[in-house]
Antibody, heavy 120, light 108 residues
Framework: QVQLQESGPGLVKPSETLSRSCTVS?????????WGWIRQAPGKGLEWIGS???????RYNPSLKSRVTISLDSSKNQFSLKLSSVTAADTAVYYC?????????????WGQGTLVTVSS | EIVLTQSPGTLSLSPGERATLSCRAS???????LAWYQQRPGQAPRLLMY???NRADDIPDRFSGSGSGTDFTLTISRLEPEDFAVYYC?????????FGQGTKLEIK
């Protein structure tokens, strides 16, 4: 059974960089699939941030592209998100998830999500 | 960007009743590249349907999806207590992959 577990600081100061990691168990991320990030501001809907494939193919939401970096560490079976120059508007629950396939870009396994608050 | 509009915003029903949730796209979602998710309070979204009408693994058959083009529907035939949650649709025909704003299904 595939499981995803996020980790990282829950509080980030404005203008700094938000960092999240997602450790995958039950599947080797270097074997395939894309791995992505989605966020949900408090009381709001879901927003796709981006995804990465072990081959290095990366996709970003254009609305966040200038501030986002997604990377993958196959030795740790982990992928990561960095969001720079954060503001209060970036306060959200950040989820990591598996993308079903390169064509069928929906999310079949999700991490539990963690609230990241941007505040001084 | 494809905008998905879900209606109603809140649906108040009783257990045993039938629920019909709508998702309308600002442009055609070709190949029915539309998914539905259920989100219970404090939990991550859970995949219910993909390809508009295909149930994900372990999803009960009281859930069904239909539609094409710009209009899609999620139907829950007989509501169980655990079905009261927020439901989101998501299109994956084109990047950026977008979600609807959600429909909250609450107990009447």
């Amino acid at each position: 059974q595939v499981q995803l577990q996020e980790s990282g600081p829950g509080l980030v100061k404005p203008s700094e960089t938000l960092s999240r990691s997602c450790t995958v168990s039950g599947y080797s991320i270097s074997s395939g699939y894309q791995w992505g990030w989605i966020r949900q501001a408090p009381g709001k809907g879901l927003e796709w941030i981006g995804s990465i494939h072990y081959s290095g193919n990366i996709r970003y939401n254009p609305s966040l592209k200038s501030r986002v970096t997604i990377s993958l560490d196959s030795s740790k079976n982990q992928f990561s998100l960095k969001l720079s120059s954060v503001t209060a508007a970036d306060t959200a629950v950040y989820y990591c998830a598996r993308v079903f396939s390169g064509i069928a870009y929906f999310f079949d396994y999700w991490g539990q999500g963690t609230l990241v608050t941007v505040s001084s | 960007e494809i905008v998905l509009t879900q209606s109603p915003g809140t649906l108040s029903l009783s257990p045993g009743e039938r629920a019909t949730l709508s998702c309308r796209a600002s442009q055609s979602v070709s190949s029915n590249y539309l998914a539905w998710y259920q989100q219970r309070p404090g939990q991550a979204p859970r995949l219910l349907m993909y390809g508009a009408s295909n149930r994900a693994d372990d999803i009960p058959d009281r859930f069904s999806g239909s539609g094409s083009g710009t209009d899609f529907t999620l139907t829950i035939s007989r509501l169980e207590p655990e079905d009261f949650a927020v439901y989101y649709c998501q299109q994956y025909v084109t990047s950026p992959y977008t979600f609807g704003q959600g429909t909250k299904l609450e107990i009447k």
